[in-house]
């Protein structure tokens, strides 16, 4: 029921909104003229009015409207301005000094008002810098949104501009009802005698979807500071494995990335901290004027950056504009350089000392440095950290909610300059010195969220998350951070989630989540990996995420119901035909995510039914209707292309990129005419290129007569390929470029045969869980579970599924039936099953014929310390549950160790366990696996044996393997996978492990 808005006073409005200050109680409320409901009420302002008016502005930026002026006793204003055609109304207050002296100032509010929409307040979630919370929640910085979860519809609050103050947004319960304020923080802003001075500009709108609401927030942001992107990189960062790398791997790295990874779309090689020297005892060394003597680049960044040009990469390099470090001998004749505060330098945790942009010197000492990174080095890309310390304020990593800081309490060389303003200063001192080809990075915003706002305008990019890392639960970090301010992405900055993992020690399944969850968002892709030393399907899923598509329709659908958000969905009509693209990602590595969402809510086109396909399963999805159901097992993924069905053939994608079609599918187009669907794509050469389609099922339908090329590299070819409803066209050329295809059908009937009976129906029993594998030629299988007091039952196009609910000792009876591209059901095939009461150690297994100490890895990586032959990893005796051991291996997690699988090899055998030099510390706990590989394209390892949990904690400390060895594994990969609890004191021993051939 919309309330009523008092006649009293005075009103201005545009085509959306209409504002009425009611004079006699010194608050004004907002009208949503579509409807009628007065949504902000009672918004009271910070001084007591004076008088009010309204006039017809034209505004440079914003155009004609009206703006309600409210003049102050004490001088100063609130303006309230309604521009036509903007969603928001904009307010900005201006603060007045009438006394004779200087006044300081550290906050404004604008205004305090309550919220109706409709619903119960406690209803209501919260979204914002500090994730998804109920109504009352402690400060969002920059940003809020404000709604009913069931129907998305609510309110947009956000600062526009930070030219010099640090935009914060509240929201809470007041008896029982939602409030809203908007804050300003300037920590120090000075207000000259008999002066004012105008503050910066918040919005507030309301949205029947806030997800628009906050998509126009981030389109005003742009408009306002004319923002214009470049095009985004593919990055390779060198910090997550290699630290700041060197000279010889660096090279390496980037010859074998412009051998297999360039053609994708790999574009800037980032050497991280370590490159530079100085001195410090907090945080890394801050003389980036010159390298260390003794550091990985003896030849010098200049060459260094020559050497990665020739190999057709931009150079990219880390280092920390706005920190120094004041006891460092280099600096001590610039201790005027920084902030200051009690008489000292102001130096804050890790950031070292701060430098102090309102200073002259300071200004011509970062602009020597970003002279010769960027002029005489030739670096075109800057990861610019410790981004904070420009603001004089304290580290509080992590920041996401609203604290209170020292903004505005270390001592300033030019005080009238805010530390905001000081900050952006310094970092349009860094653009200008670059100059505008080179791509800067911020990072990162939770050091401290005052370099969030402040940097709207400025920079190319900016990290908005901690730093991650290679288990579950440090990736989903990009994902949580990435998807709050998930629409700031492509308008206002790239978001950079911190890198992709791809390495053998993230289970392939989880890699694949991550890289496809930063690929669909359209986020920064950065990686930082050797590659040459991964396999070849990790390399894969770096190709298919290359390069990021551009467009910016991409959003989380049940982002006020999960955070981090499950469902995705990216939208594009660039081509001038509608694709759609849905991500289901489960963030839970230990339960499967059981997806049934109406397809109206996932923001599909309405229609009767539709198509889709399963771009990692590699397989298509029978038609469906008015719900989306899948099934994703536990810390995995599944990106759907979808279509609506129709009467004609429908390309539902590719499988060049993980988009499916978004960024190599440049033209398609159907001729009922000729019967003739037709496309131009852009090719990687010598990467099969497939073009999936699907057409009606029925008497009469379409049937491939022909493909064609009319425009293709010289010796391109393509070949299709029909199954009933569902056709593959597999385009293959020598060299990379644009081929136009066309493939033409003829009328005939299209059966969808009743599939028959799966096959081959196998199990394996894990310490927690129930994997079946099976064999068939289904669209689809349907499997449910008898026994056990939870019901199991799951839709799946795979042919495997993993049921992570079952118990010990209960006998389970499973069943699975194969289901076809018009639903019909096989017959089901069942199985029983029996889990073992709880996991008990196997018996040592014979000695090897052949020990590992014995033969050369092919590769040897560990999470701290040296491989080790014949030691622990810290140099002592192999020493597991109080026996010593003179051969095996010594490792810490997280840890690959590969090995050739020898001629004749028959069985792999080890005793495994942790290190008895860690026990009498409770933190070890690790997963050992042995993953074979068979070396083929296409197919990803397989876990052959794994330990359950070997932890201090549990007393089971030691495990034994005796493995067969599949006759086509080519070969083991001897793991050791860290819990989420970290890798301290995971140090672990591969003992007696080798091969055995008879």
């Known amino acids: 029921m919309a309330l009523a808005v008092s006649a009293r006073g005075v009103e201005a409005q545009n085509d959306r909104y209409k504002v009425s200050f009611d004079e006699a109680q010194g608050a004004f409320s907002i009208v949503d003229k579509a409807d009628g409901r007065c949504f902000l009420q009672d918004a009271r302002l910070s001084e007591t009015a004076a008088k009010a008016a309204v006039a017809p502005v034209d505004d440079p930026v914003w155009g004609k409207g009206e703006a309600l002026q409210v003049t102050l006793k004490g001088g100063g204003a609130v303006r309230v301005l309604l521009p036509n055609g903007l969603p928001f109304l904009l307010i900005r207050a201006r603060v007045a000094n009438g006394g004779a002296a200087e006044t300081r100032v550290a906050k404004v509010v604008p205004f305090e008002g309550t919220l109706d929409l409709g619903v119960n307040a406690a209803r209501l979630k919260a979204l914002g810098t500090a994730g998804l919370t109920g109504v009352a929640q402690p400060g969002s910085y920059a940003f809020l949104a404000v709604a009913d979860p069931e129907t998305r519809a609510g309110v947009v609050c956000g600062w526009l501009s930070h030219d010099r103050g640090s935009g914060v947004v509240f929201s809470g319960i007041k008896d029982g009802v939602a409030t809203l304020k908007p804050q300003l923080d300037y920590g120090d802003l000075r207000v000259p005698a008999n002066a004012t001075v105008e503050t910066e500009t918040v919005a507030v709108g309301r949205f029947d979807d806030v997800r628009l609401g906050l998509e126009a927030y981030a389109e005003a942001i742009a408009k306002l500071y004319r923002i214009q992107l470049p095009t985004l990189p593919t990055v390779y960062c060198t910090w997550y494995h290699a630290g700041a790398s060197d000279e010889k791997r660096l090279l390496e790295n980037a010859k074998f990335a412009q051998e297999h990874l360039v053609p994708f779309g790999f574009s800037v090689v980032q050497i991280d901290d370590g490159w530079q020297d100085g001195q410090s005892k907090n945080g890394p060394r801050k003389n980036f004027n010159a390298i260390a003597p003794k550091g990985p680049y003896p030849s010098g960044m200049k060459r260094t950056a020559e050497n990665l040009n020739a190999c057709g990469l931009v150079a990219g390099i880390w280092f920390m504009p706005f920190a120094g470090t004041h006891d460092d001998p280099f600096f001590a004749d610039k201790q005027d350089l920084f902030y200051r505060k009690d008489g000292k330098p102001y130096d804050t945790r890790w950031g070292g000392t701060c430098l102090d942009m309102t200073n002259p010197r300071a200004r011509e000492y970062l602009r020597a440095i970003v002279e010769r990174i960027s002029r005489e080095w030739g670096y075109r890309y800057f990861k610019m950290d410790g981004m904070w310390t420009g603001t004089g304020a304290q580290l509080l990593y992590v920041n996401s909610a609203y604290k209170e800081d020292d903004l505005g309490q270390a001592q300033r060389h030019d005080p009238s300059m805010t530390p905001i303003e000081a900050y952006r200063a310094g970092i349009r001192l860094v653009r200008d010195t670059a100059g505008r080809d080179v791509f800067l990075l911020g990072c990162c915003a939770p050091q401290n969220m005052r370099s969030f706002g402040g940097a709207f305008g400025l920079i190319d990019a900016m990290r908005i998350g901690p730093d991650n890392g290679p288990n579950f639960d440090a990736m989903l970090r990009g994902p949580i951070f990435g998807g709050r301010t998930y629409f700031l992405n492509r308008r206002v900055w790239y978001n950079d989630p911190d890198p992709v993992y791809v390495r053998p020690s993230v289970p392939y399944h989880q890699a694949q989540n991550l890289v496809s969850w930063v690929t669909l968002s359209g986020q920064l892709h950065a990686s930082s990996e050797d590659f040459g030393k991964l396999p070849p399907e990790r390399v894969e899923l770096l190709k298919r995420a290359m390069p990021s598509h551009e467009a910016k329709s991409v959003r989380p659908v049940d982002f006020l119901e999960s955070d981090p958000a499950r469902i995705w969905i990216l939208t594009d009509e660039r081509t001038g035909i509608r694709r759609d693209v849905v991500g289901l990602f489960n963030w839970d590595k230990d339960k499967p995510f059981e997806v049934d969402i109406p397809v109206a809510k996932l923001g599909l086109p309405?229609?009767?039914?539709?198509?889709?396909?399963?771009?990692?399963?590699?397989?298509?999805?029978?038609?469906?209707?008015?719900?989306?159901?899948?099934?994703?097992?536990?810390?995995?993924?599944?990106?759907?292309?979808?279509?609506?069905?129709?009467?004609?053939?429908?390309?539902?994608?590719?499988?060049?990129?993980?988009?499916?079609?978004?960024?190599?599918?440049?033209?398609?187009?159907?001729?009922?005419?000729?019967?003739?669907?037709?496309?131009?794509?852009?090719?990687?050469?010598?990467?099969?290129?497939?073009?999936?389609?699907?057409?009606?099922?029925?008497?009469?339908?379409?049937?491939?007569?022909?493909?064609?090329?009319?425009?293709?590299?010289?010796?391109?070819?393509?070949?299709?390929?029909?199954?009933?409803?569902?056709?593959?066209?597999?385009?293959?050329?020598?060299?990379?470029?644009?081929?136009?295809?066309?493939?033409?059908?003829?009328?005939?009937?299209?059966?969808?045969?009743?599939?028959?009976?799966?096959?081959?129906?196998?199990?394996?029993?894990?310490?927690?869980?129930?994997?079946?594998?099976?064999?068939?030629?289904?669209?689809?299988?349907?499997?449910?579970?008898?026994?056990?007091?939870?019901?199991?039952?799951?839709?799946?196009?795979?042919?495997?599924?993993?049921?992570?609910?079952?118990?010990?000792?209960?006998?389970?009876?499973?069943?699975?039936?194969?289901?076809?591209?018009?639903?019909?059901?096989?017959?089901?095939?069942?199985?029983?099953?029996?889990?073992?009461?709880?996991?008990?150690?196997?018996?040592?297994?014979?000695?090897?014929?052949?020990?590992?100490?014995?033969?050369?890895?092919?590769?040897?990586?560990?999470?701290?310390?040296?491989?080790?032959?014949?030691?622990?990893?810290?140099?002592?005796?192999?020493?597991?549950?109080?026996?010593?051991?003179?051969?095996?291996?010594?490792?810490?997690?997280?840890?690959?160790?590969?090995?050739?699988?020898?001629?004749?090899?028959?069985?792999?055998?080890?005793?495994?366990?942790?290190?008895?030099?860690?026990?009498?510390?409770?933190?070890?706990?690790?997963?050992?696996?042995?993953?074979?590989?068979?070396?083929?394209?296409?197919?990803?390892?397989?876990?052959?044996?794994?330990?359950?949990?070997?932890?201090?904690?549990?007393?089971?400390?030691?495990?034994?393997?005796?493995?067969?060895?599949?006759?086509?594994?080519?070969?083991?990969?001897?793991?050791?996978?860290?819990?989420?609890?970290?890798?301290?004191?995971?140090?672990?021993?591969?003992?007696?492990?080798?091969?055995?051939?008879?």
């Open 606 to 998: 309405a229609a009767d039914s539709y198509v889709a396909f399963d771009y990692w399963g590699r397989s298509f999805v029978p038609p469906f209707a008015e719900r989306l159901r899948a099934h994703v097992p536990a810390g995995a993924c599944l990106v759907l292309s979808i279509r609506a069905a129709a009467a004609h053939p429908v390309l539902l994608g590719t499988s060049r990129h993980i988009t499916q079609g978004c960024t190599d599918l440049l033209a398609e187009k159907w001729d009922e005419a000729s019967g003739t669907l037709s496309g131009t794509s852009r090719v990687v050469g010598n990467d099969p290129y497939e073009i999936r389609i699907v057409v009606p099922a029925g008497k009469t339908s379409w049937q491939v007569e022909q493909v064609g090329l009319a425009e293709a590299p010289e010796g391109a070819k393509a070949t299709p390929k029909q199954d009933g409803p569902t056709v593959r066209v597999t385009l293959e050329a020598p060299r990379s470029g644009d081929v136009k295809w066309a493939v033409r059908f003829k009328r005939g009937p299209v059966l969808a045969e009743k599939p028959g009976k799966v096959t081959n129906l196998q199990f394996k029993i894990g310490f927690s869980s129930v994997q079946l594998e099976w064999k068939g030629a289904a669209a689809g299988y349907d499997v449910t579970r008898e026994g056990g007091d939870e019901a199991f039952a799951v839709s799946t196009p795979a042919e495997r599924v993993t049921d992570p609910t079952v118990k010990g000792g209960i006998e389970y009876r499973y069943s699975v039936r194969a289901r076809g591209w018009s639903g019909e059901r096989s017959e089901a095939v069942t199985v029983t099953v029996k889990t073992p009461d709880a996991p008990k150690r196997p018996a040592d297994p014979p000695a090897p014929d052949l020990f590992c100490d014995d033969l050369k890895p092919l590769q040897a990586a560990v999470g701290w310390g040296p491989f080790t032959i014949g030691k622990s990893v810290s140099g002592k005796p192999l020493t597991v549950d109080g026996k010593r051991h003179a051969k095996g291996l010594g490792v810490h997690a997280e840890s690959t160790v590969v090995y050739a699988v020898p001629q004749g090899a028959k069985r792999f055998v080890a005793t495994v366990g942790l290190d008895d030099s860690q026990k009498s510390d409770e933190r070890p706990s690790v997963i050992f696996k042995v993953v074979g590989d068979v070396k083929e394209m296409g197919e990803a390892p397989q876990v052959l044996a794994e330990t359950p949990v070997l932890s201090n904690a549990s007393k089971l400390r030691s495990w034994a393997f005796d493995v067969e060895i599949p006759e086509r594994v080519k070969e083991l990969r001897l793991i050791v996978d860290p819990t989420p609890d970290g890798i301290a004191a995971d140090h672990a021993d591969w003992v007696n492990a080798g091969f055995v051939t008879k």
